[in-house]
């Protein structure tokens, strides 16, 4: 697995072996940030059940302002902060290491708002991703021209509303499916 484009193109990152962690494709994060495009850089990034980091560091290397990881997993959290490291460190980066819910709870209350909030669950804690959805839609911790965007599998589905927030794209590729969402009426 490698950083697709900016700062730190094409640098290999580590990953945990075996099927605890399933990183988002370098295809996959690619399309991502297409559709993100510039708005990345000078934002503020959190990268949810963050695995290896990859999209956290992606949005870092394409100009993120602050990324936030949040992953419950400590030896995922020892390799978000390896990979950080391999990458020179940053100051406005920095790895939670706590579920979800108590991860976005706690950026929540140290005032971070954010441009954009990314979920890749494992697939059997979709239903848990959903909740911490429907919290993240009620909260201020996203700006109102905020994107949450939300990894499935293909075959699962997504709400298409999450109090004022919608579902403003649906994309597949493979198995995956990313699920975007936007504030109504912004």
């Not at 690619?30 to 963050?50: H, K, M, Q, R, W």
């Amino acid at each position: 697995m490698r950083i697709i484009a900016g700062t730190y193109r094409g640098r290999l990152l580590k990953t945990l072996r075996g099927r605890e962690v399933r990183p988002t494709s370098d295809r996959l994060r690619e399309t991502l940030f297409n559709i993100l495009g510039p708005a990345a850089a000078g934002s503020v990034f959190i990268d949810c059940y963050a695995g290896s980091g990859a999209v956290g560091l992606e949005a870092l290397s394409r100009g993120a302002a602050q990324v936030f990881w949040i992953e419950e997993n400590a030896a995922a959290a020892r390799v978000i902060e390896n990979n950080l490291a391999a990458l020179g460190g940053s100051l406005q980066a920095g790895t939670v290491r706590t579920g979800v819910a108590a991860g976005l709870r706690r950026l929540e209350r140290q005032g971070v708002r954010a441009n954009f909030c990314f979920l890749d669950p494992p697939y059997a804690a979709l239903a848990e991703a959903v909740r911490n959805l429907r919290w993240l839609g009620a909260s201020s911790l996203m700006l109102p021209s905020g994107i949450i965007i939300l990894e499935h599998g293909r075959k699962d589905a997504s709400p298409e509303r999450m109090g004022p927030w919608s579902r403003a794209r649906l994309l597949q590729q493979g198995s995956s499916t990313l699920s975007v969402y936007t504030l109504q009426n912004y």
